[in-house]
Structure formats: structure tokens, C-alpha cells
């Protein structure tokens, strides 16, 4: 049987979003979309959070400020994707979606988000550096509702017995500096994720940018020099060979020891740094030659998905401008622990925790991993890329011919 244009389009979704067509011949046994008495839809990745949490409220206040009453429905990130794609080709996606930001141009191009143009959704008080994560062919789609990113949190003990001072790090040369007195102190050095998976490349972006690489040349100079950074911590005991399989939160286990000088991670680790024993300390990651890196951007976008009924996506946008507006995220954003993507409530976030001025630093730095318009592109670029780093620090190939080999294999994925 032939597809349909917008069937292709969903098939093409599914593929870029790792699923299959099949799926989508069955009920996802949710519904979605406005209901017949009029109740909204709000699906979102936060099911730790509950009917009673400081997010399902404001959602719910939210839906009574648009003048209708919302149901939300919570799913784990990784069924999100694929629950939306099917609902959207049986027309029963929901009103509001809050999604993942490299998933939002997959969504786009299969035709399920509406773009703010259409809905009166309005991105305008955000920064723009996260809004690009949700740029496509011209058009904006959804607001970023906070974010998150990497740094460097540090163990003041350990350093302090190695005699360096955090503030000296400033580029590679002088980090490395640092880890060879952490190692001569008979100290460990770093840690971080590296696992084969999106988890390692977004944690190897940091430094992949910050040696001026571009996603677009994998097997560029300034990429072979970020791998070799990488692989030389390795082959001088300064981080593990657990990092090879770390996740973010083993290699954040490994930093909790007290035994680490440093670990890459992120935001979402705040409450476990308090929590931790020693003195913490975090800063930026340092680009190669100085400077604050352009780290990844991690967060979520309100977007609206098409409706068959304008007034609906009209209504679901007011909802959406709800939760994201400089009123509203303040609170919403600590219960996520983001960065918000307002600056006005950034300096607000400051003013209560003045330890997040690095962390709003590095959000005004980071980047959207699906912009420059890489859009779908991004996860055939990226899966080559962690198997090149992969590839290097397990010494199965050089760096420079890891990385050769996956611009090869990114320039040939359809």
C-alpha cells in the first residue's frame, strides 16, 4: 500500500526518533486533544512529579487562567517521543507538550508541532542561544521552559592538598596543570560519562566546541584535539576507565566518594552535591584556549501540536505562554531545578542562591545540539560521534582515524 505524504513524514519521525512504523498500526491507550467537555490535554517527562507538586499546580493554574480546565498526563522522556508521534497520527495528540529540546525539529518536520507564528506563542522573552534548539527551516517551535548544562564541580579538600587554587583554571593547559598536581598529591583527577550513548556525547560536547569543532566535521583538527584530551587523562591515570562506560550518574557516584578532584555533570546534581559530605565548589568548563565552553543545552520546550480546531491551538498556546512566562517560571523552575531561559529570573535565581551565577553563566554559553539547523541530523551525527570517542579511548583506533571514519558514517546516514 502506498504511504501518504504525511504518513512518510510520521514514518520518517519514528525512525529519527529510534521507533518503528509498526507501532503505529495500535492504540497508545491514552487520549489526547481536547475532550468533549472541553478539558485540555497536557502531556509532559516529569512523572516524578505528582498531582499534588508544585508543577502540576501551576499547570492547573495555568489552564484556569486560559479559561479551561486541563488533565495532565506524565511519561518517562524516553516514551514521550513515541507516544506523541503515534497520537499525532491518530489526531488525538495532546493540546500542550512539554518535550525535550532535540526532540522538538523531529516533531516539527513530521508536521505535529505548530509553529509560534500560528498559535501566538511567544518565545521572545527567552534567550535566544536555547531558542535556537527549536528553530527549523525559518520557523520557531515552542519556548524553552528552563535549562539545564555541564560544568565542573570540584572537591575543595582535594584540591587544597594538591595546592591549586580552582580559580587558575581557565583553558586546557591550565586544567591540565591542575590534574598533575591532583596526581602527584596522590589525589584521582577527573571523571566523567563517556558511555556509548547520547549521554557521552552530550557530555564530550563541551569539549568538542570549546576546541572550535563543528558538528558538520567530525574528523576536523580541532575534533581530533578534544579526543586526544580525553584519551590522554586516560593513558595518565588522571581519569578512570570507568568513564568509558560511566552514565552521568555512575561517574556522579564516583565524584560523591570524596576521592575525585573533579566531575563533569550537571544542574540536576545540586541537591546531591549538598548532600555529599565535603566542601563543592563549580566552575565553567574551559574552552581550549580560554574561556567559558559552549556546553550542550539540556531543558524542555512548551510547544503546541496541531489541532483540527484553530481555536484550540489558540487556547493551548495561552496555556503554554503561561507556563513559560517570567510569572510563572521562577517557581517552576526551581521545582525542575533549571535555569530559567528568562534573564530576569535568571538574576532572581542568583539573588536567592548566589552559587548559581556559574551555572547561569554556562547557560548563557551553551548550545542547542539540533541547532544550526541540524534539525533531524543531529542523532545521525551524533551516534558516529560517540562511537569515534568510543572507539579512541578503548585504543581500538587513533583518535584521528575514529573520527574519520564517523564523519564518514554521519555523511552517509539517510
Known amino acids: 500500500m502506498k504511504r501518504s505524504p504525511i504518513t ?3 514514518a520518517v519521525a519514528l525512525v529519527a526518533a529510534g521507533l518503528t512504523l509498526s507501532a503505529c498500526s495500535s492504540s497508545t491507550g491514552d487520549a489526547g486533544g481536547t475532550t ?7 502531556w509532559d517527562p516529569y512523572p516524578q512529579f505528582d498531582g499534588g507538586s508544585q508543577w502540576a499546580k501551576v499547570i492547573e493554574n495555568c489552564g484556569t487562567q486560559a479559561g479551561v480546565k486541563v488533565e495532565r498526563q506524565a511519561y518517562d522522556t524516553s516514551d514521550l517521543t513515541n507516544k506523541v508521534l503515534l497520537a499525532a497520527q491518530q ?6 507538550l512539554v518535550v525535550d529540546n532535540p526532540v522538538v525539529s523531529t516533531l516539527a518536520e513530521a508536521g505535529v508541532l505548530k509553529a509560534n507564528q500560528d498559535t501566538g506563542l511567544d518565545a521572545s522573552k527567552a534567550s535566544p542561544n536555547l531558542v535556537t534548539a527549536a528553530e527549523s527551516d525559518g520557523k520557531t517551535y515552542g519556548v524553552p521552559i528552563g535549562a539545564n548544562t555541564l560544568a565542573l564541580y570540584y572537591n575543595k579538600a582535594v584540591l587544597t592538598a594538591a595546592g591549586v587554587d580552582p580559580a587558575s583554571i581557565k583553558d586546557w593547559a591550565s586544567l591540565d596543570a591542575a590534574l598533575a598536581k591532583v596526581a602527584a598529591a596522590g589525589k584521582k583527577g ?8 547520547e549521554e557521552g556525547t552530550f557530555q564530550f560536547l563541551p569539549w568538542f566546541w570549546g576546541a572550535g569543532a563543528q558538528l558538520t566535521d567530525l574528523s576536523s583538527p580541532q575534533a581530533v584535539a578534544a579526543v586526544e584530551l580525553w584519551k590522554s587523562w586516560l593513558d595518565k591515570g588522571y581519569a578512570p576507565n570507568s568513564v568509558i562506560g560511566n552514565t552521568q550518574t555512575t561517574s556522579w557516584q564516583e565524584f560523591a566518594t570524596g576521592e575525585y578532584a ?9 541537591g546531591n552535591a549538598k548532600k555529599a559530605g565535603f566542601e563543592y565548589g563549580v566552575i565553567p568548563i574551559p574552552s581550549r584556549t580560554g574561556g567559558v565552553a559552549p556546553a ?7 510547544t503546541v501540536p496541531a489541532q483540527d480546531d484553530k481555536d484550540s491551538e489558540a487556547t493551548a498556546a495561552k496555556i503554554a505562554n503561561c507556563l513559560t512566562s ?5 517557581a517552576t523552575d526551581t521545582a525542575l531545578t533549571y535555569v530559567s531561559a528568562v534573564a530576569s529570573v535568571q538574576d532572581q535565581q542568583v539573588a536567592a542562591q548566589p552559587e548559581l ?3 547561569v553563566d554556562a547557560v548563557k554559553s551553551a548550545k542547542g545540539r539540533t541547532g544550526d539547523n541540524l534539525g533531524t541530523r543531529y542523532p545521525r551525527i551524533s551516534q558516529p560521534l560517540w562511537t569515534a570517542v568510543q572507539a579512541a579511548l578503548t585504543a581500538s583506533k587513533a583518535p584521528a582515524d575514529a573520527l574519520k571514519d564517523a564523519q564518514a558514517a554521519a555523511a552517509s546516514a539517510k
Open 8 to 10: 512518510q513524514r510520521f
Open 36 to 42: 468533549a467537555d472541553g478539558t485540555f490535554a497536557v
Open 91 to 96: 489526531g488525538v495528540a495532546p493540546n500542550v
Open 190 to 197: 577527573i571523571t566523567f560519562s563517556a558511555i556509548g550513548t
Open 262 to 270: 573533579f566531575a563533569e555533570n550537571g544542574t540536576w546534581q545540586l
Open 296 to 302: 550542550p543545552t539540556g531543558g524542555e520546550f512548551v
Open 326 to 330: 517570567p510569572d510563572t517560571v521562577l
Open 357 to 359: 551565577q556559574v551555572w
